[in-house]
Every structure is written in C-alpha cells, then in structure tokens.
T-cell receptor, first 112, second 113 residues
Framework: QKEVEQNSGPLSVPEGAIASLNCTYS??????FFWYRQYSGKSPELIMF????GDKEDGRFTAQLNKASQYVSLLIRDSQPSDSATYLC????????????FGAGTRLTVKP | ETGVTQSPTHLIKTRGQQVTLRCSSQ?????VSWYQQALGQGPQFIFQ???????GRGNFPPRFSGLQFPNYSSELNVNALELDDSALYLC????????????FGPGTRLLVL
C-alpha cells in the first residue's frame, strides 16, 4: 500500500460544477495534510492545508479531513477552466515533519 | 511566481557524470528542501537543510548530497548519475516547522543519457 494514494484520473467536469478530489493515507500518526496544484510544466503551489477533522473553506476550495478513515478530500466549487491542473495531496510523516510524502496526483480537466 | 529560484532550468548529462543544481530560497525563509519528481509522479522528498545541516532525508542513496550556505541558498549534488535520475528536481524553501509556508522553485529538468 502506498503511503498517500490518489485516483490518477483524469477527472473531467463541466465548467461551474463541483470537482471532488480524494486522497487516502496510510500513516495513522499523520497530523497535517496539504493540497497542492501543479499546472503542466510548472512547479506545485499550495492551495490548502488542514490539521483538524472536519471542513476548512477558502474561497471556492474546501478541504475535508476524516482522520478515523484516513481520508482527506478537496472540493472545488464553481469549477473554472483555469482550475485544470494536477492536484497533489501531501502528508508529512509523523516521525519527521520535514519528510513530506506526495501522492501521484489527480489530473483535473474543467471543460467550458 | 514565488521568490525561490533554481539554476539551471535544463541540463543534459551522461551516465556516470556528476551534477550540481542550485537554489536560492525566498527572502525570510531558513529551510530548504529538495524533491525529485519523475514524469507522472508526485514529488519525492530527497532531504532538507536547516542551519547548514541536513535535517531529514528521504529514501535516496548517499550519492545524493547537499549543502546549505549562510544566506540559506542550497546546492544538490548527484554523483555517478544513472538513467533513472532523469527527472524534475524541485527546491522548496520554508520557515522551519511551518510546512504551510513551503514555496517551490520552478525546478531543474535533468536528462541523463
């Protein structure tokens, strides 16, 4: 089992719809969770981070965390074509907070 | 655009050679992390430097080594290059203990022939 798993996609949604991106992790001791967006040919940029169970909202983005199920998700409301990118879930290991483990990413396409 | 810069942007080497990649961190950041990203994969943590010392290392062999300088800039050195070392190498700077401040540079794309 990979430490951080994501559906590779591609995930395609129409403009204006809600995009739902999912991530599971294996380390029960993990305390913090990060979502990065990576446009093709570019480097990752941080969108959201979440530490506590529940939802965290920032504009059109909502991160959801369920530590009991070892599951974190990212919802993008009112999806725009500019949201088309690969979304990476990242989880630092419990034994070394500097060692951040990334999933392989989910490629999202928002169609006009 | 972040304040993290990397050089060179692209590099072609042959198997067995050595390479040095450079990174300048964002102003105010004291920690630099290096990642390797193979095509179609997420970044893999190589190591992190803080106060000029290695402060955590991922599952990479000793031929991957690094330095951090007093101005917080950093180098990644890879010896005895292998074909599988072909990847995008990303540098990220942050404030120690605050992963939410991590910003990535544009990366160096290395091709090993």
């Amino acid at each position: 089992q990979k430490e951080v798993e994501q559906n590779s996609g591609p995930l395609s949604v129409p403009e204006g719809a809600i995009a739902s991106l999912n991530c599971t992790y294996s380390d029960r001791g993990s305390q913090s969770f990060f979502w990065y967006r990576q446009y093709s040919g570019k480097s990752p940029e941080l969108i959201m981070f979440i530490y506590s169970n529940g939802d965290k909202e920032d504009g059109r983005f909502t991160a959801q965390l369920n530590k009991a199920s070892q599951y974190v998700s990212l919802l993008i409301r009112d999806s725009q074509p500019s949201d088309s990118a690969t979304y990476l879930c990242a989880v630092p290991t419990w034994y070394n907070n500097n060692d951040m483990r990334f999933g392989a990413g989910t490629r999202l396409t928002v169609k006009p | 655009e972040t304040g993290v810069t990397q050089s060179p942007t692209h590099l072609i080497k042959t198997r067995g050679q050595q390479v040095t990649l450079r990174c300048s961190s964002q102003s105010g950041h004291n920690t630099v992390s290096w990642y390797q990203q193979a095509l179609g994969q997420g970044p893999q943590f190589i190591f992190q430097y803080y106060r000029e010392e290695e402060n955590g290392r991922g599952n990479f062999p000793p031929r991957f080594s690094g330095l951090q300088f007093p101005n917080y800039s950093s180098e990644l050195n890879v010896n005895a290059l292998e074909l599988d070392d072909s990847a995008l190498y990303l540098c990220a700077s942050s404030l120690r203990g605050h992963q939410e401040t991590q910003y990535f540079g544009p990366g160096t794309r290395l091709l090993v022939l």
